[in-house]
């Protein structure tokens, strides 16, 4: 893939849930070495690592940490890019009730997916990843083919890679009423 036309500053973030068994560590090893490929092949200029827990508050009033608003902030410009390229990231995050163990009260946490991918142009988000579009769900995978065959992408980027607000209560997907204690593997 040399004399690649992407701009010199085509990065993507990859964000990846903590704490996985060994067969999800592994894919998202691959994952990695996949994105590695690319920027070595000078199709992406930069790689970042993003590591996130199973799940973050669903509202800036519970979250506590900075990390837990940089993640909501990072959910809500991912959540205003699907809205302008009429994707859906449904697939990607899911609202779920947790019972605590130490107040014993129950509260809403949105579970982050095993993995996204966020890609950018300069300051620009162009892609998120998974996301469902004219009823296809593109996944991970699916996208890293697609860059590593420098498939142009058909999206409107989001000028704004950073949000004021984080999201709202109606802005969230419903809750889930099976709370899971594991993820199945990703599809191969």
Request: with cysteine.
């Amino acid at each position: 893939m040399q004399g690649s036309t992407q701009p010199d500053e085509t990065r993507a973030e990859l964000y990846v849930r903590s704490l996985l068994p060994d067969g999800h560590t592994q894919q998202q090893a691959a994952v990695i070495d996949r994105l590695q490929g690319l920027s070595d092949a000078d199709v992406l200029s930069d790689i970042a690592v993003q590591v996130i827990g199973r799940q973050i508050p669903s509202t800036p009033a519970e979250a506590r940490t900075e990390l837990g608003l940089f993640a909501l902030n990072r959910v809500s410009v991912f959540q205003e890019w699907a809205k302008r390229n009429d994707c859906s990231l449904d697939p990607a995050f899911r609202v779920r009730s947790v019972d605590s163990e130490i107040t014993g009260e129950q509260y809403r946490a949105l579970v982050f997916p095993i993995q996204l991918l966020a890609e950018y142009d300069g300051a620009k988000l162009r892609c998120v990843t998974p996301h469902t579009a004219d009823g296809e769900t593109v996944t991970v995978r699916d996208r890293l083919t697609m860059l590593e065959g420098e498939d142009e992408s058909t999206f409107s980027s989001l000028e704004r890679a950073s949000a004021a607000q984080p999201p709202t209560q109606s802005d969230l997907p419903a809750v889930d009423a099976i709370d899971e204690d594991s993820d199945p593997l990703l599809p191969e």
